[in-house]
């Protein structure tokens, strides 16, 4: 008789990475953590403001989940912060990986927003996006790909939604990004997801939040 595989440990820990010129008020992170706290108060949940410094935000990440449950974490993240959530994923093995519309090459895609930009949802607020940021996403670019082909992805541990709709990044190659994962391909949408309140049932479905 089989022995029956132990069960998954369920998730304690959320962190929610937003993306370029967003903020923890973006309407997908907003939702999210009223749910995580509406359904799972004894979750863990953490939504930071982002520097506009990719070195500095992902030190930022790594330090602050530093001694977070690796077995019981989850990430999840939107465009840029895709991409922040994947090196995440792969860095510290996380238990679940939520992607939305991940940027998978932003040092290519960012490098023509060079210069002073407005946050989407405080147009008062303003940050200077510094040619050298766009060699500090070649260095995580690097990394996710040699952490990529060391540590391999399953359906188990990642979901994936992207939209073929999205108006600033091509579907193609946030398929690729996602590779090794469970992806749900979207027919139209946009980048921002403006139809998320279809998704979010899947997304908290797959997290597995205590």
């Known amino acids: ?76 993240g939107s465009s840029l912060g895709g991409f922040y959530a994947r090196w995440l994923a792969l860095q510290a093995a996380c238990a679940r990986t939520v992607l939305l519309n991940p940027a998978a090459f932003p040092a290519r ?3 023509r927003h060079i210069g002073e930009q407005t946050a989407w949802h ?44 999205d108006e600033l990044l091509d579907w193609r190659e946030m398929q690729a990004f996602c590779a090794g994962g469970e992806i749900r391909l979207l027919d139209g949408s946009d980048h921002a997801l403006s139809d998320f309140d279809r998704h979010i049932d899947a997304v908290f479905d797959f997290l597995h939040l205590a």
């Open 1 to 76: 008789m089989a022995v029956p595989a132990p069960p998954t440990p369920a998730v304690t820990h959320v962190i929610y990475l937003h993306g370029f010129r967003s903020s923890p008020q973006s309407m997908k992170a907003v939702k999210v953590a009223a749910r995580v706290a509406d359904s799972h108060p004894s979750v863990t949940w953490w939504c930071p403001q982002l520097p506009p410094s990719p070195a500095q935000a992902a030190a930022q990440i790594r330090q602050a989940t530093a001694n977070w449950p690796r077995a019981r974490m989850a990430v999840i």
């Open 109 to 111: 895609d960012l490098a």
């Open 122 to 165: 405080d147009p008062a607020q303003r940050f200077y996006f510094a040619p050298a940021f766009v060699d500090e996403l070649r260095t995580l670019e690097t990394d996710i790909q040699h952490l990529a082909a060391d540590h391999a992805t399953t359906p188990a541990s990642q979901l994936a939604i992207v939209a073929q709709g």
